[in-house]
Antibody, heavy 121, light 110 residues
Framework: EVQLLESGGGLVQPGGSLRLSCAAS????????MSWVRQAPGKGLEWVSV????????YDADAVKGRFTISRDNSKNTLYLQMNSLRLEDTAVYFC??????????????WGQGTLVTVSS | QSALTQPPSVSGSPGQSVTISCTGT?????????VSWYQQPPGTAPKLMIY???NRPSGVPDRFSGSKSGNTASLTISGLQAEDEADYYC??????????FGGGTKLTVL
């Protein structure tokens, strides 16, 4: 059974940093792309970043480019999102997801339950 | 990258069919057959319902079907059931090597 468990969310001041983690199990982690998708309170889904199975390719949404960094440790079956220079508008639930390759459109076949990041002074 | 356009809400009675549209551009929905659909009941994580325009993951009822014409993709739910009440989102890969979601559609089962 595929399981994805996010952690690391919390309250942070504007300009601060936070690192999210996503522990994966139930599938061959290193052979799958992985994504972060966020959802602001009461709003829709917004794609954040995707990383290839080896970690050699990464793509980011314009809204987070230069501030957020997606990475992975395949020896630990864990996905990360380093978030720097956080803004009020980054407040959201952050979901990690097991992702199909770009040739299939990066659809997310399994989602974690999400972790809440609140940026506030 | 602008969000794909979905109607804010749709509704239908049990047993009826409803269709949710998802309009993009020739750089996303119209360019590739890489559109997916997700269901999100309140307070839960999204669930994949359709991928690559028309394909259903195992376990998704065949009441759910997807299609595409030009720059518009559609999700049709036939034989509507109370448990189908949820928010639905479309998503598409883009020519800019990004992913874009629709704004979401709230389905109400009357």
């Amino acid at each position: 059974e595929v399981q994805l468990l996010e952690s690391g969310g919390g309250l942070v001041q504007p300009g601060g940093s936070l690192r999210l983690s996503c522990a994966a199990s139930g599938f061959s982690f290193s052979t799958y792309d992985m994504s972060w998708v966020r959802q602001a309170p009461g709003k829709g889904l917004e794609w954040v970043s995707v990383i290839s199975g080896t970690g050699s390719s990464r793509y980011d949404a314009d809204a987070v480019k230069g501030r957020f960094t997606i990475s992975r440790d395949n020896s630990k079956n864990t996905l990360y999102l380093q978030m720097n220079s956080l803004r009020l508008e980054d407040t959201a639930v952050y979901f990690c997801g097991k992702t199909a390759p770009y040739s299939s459109g990066w659809y997310v076949s399994y989602w974690g339950q999400g972790t809440l990041v609140t940026v506030s002074s | 990258q602008s969000a794909l356009t979905q109607p804010p809400s749709v509704s239908g009675s049990p047993g009826q069919s409803v269709t949710i549209s998802c309009t993009g551009t020739s750089s996303d929905v119209g360019y590739y057959n890489r559109v997916s659909w997700y269901q999100q009941p309140p307070g839960t994580a999204p669930k994949l319902m359709i991928y690559e325009v028309t394909n259903r993951p195992s376990g998704v009822p065949d009441r759910f079907s997807g299609s595409k014409s030009g720059n518009t993709a559609s999700l049709t739910i036939s034989g509507l059931q109370a448990e189908d009440e949820a928010d639905y989102y479309c998503s598409s890969y883009t020519s800019s090597t990004t992913l874009v979601f629709g704004g979401g559609t709230k389905l109400t089962v009357l």
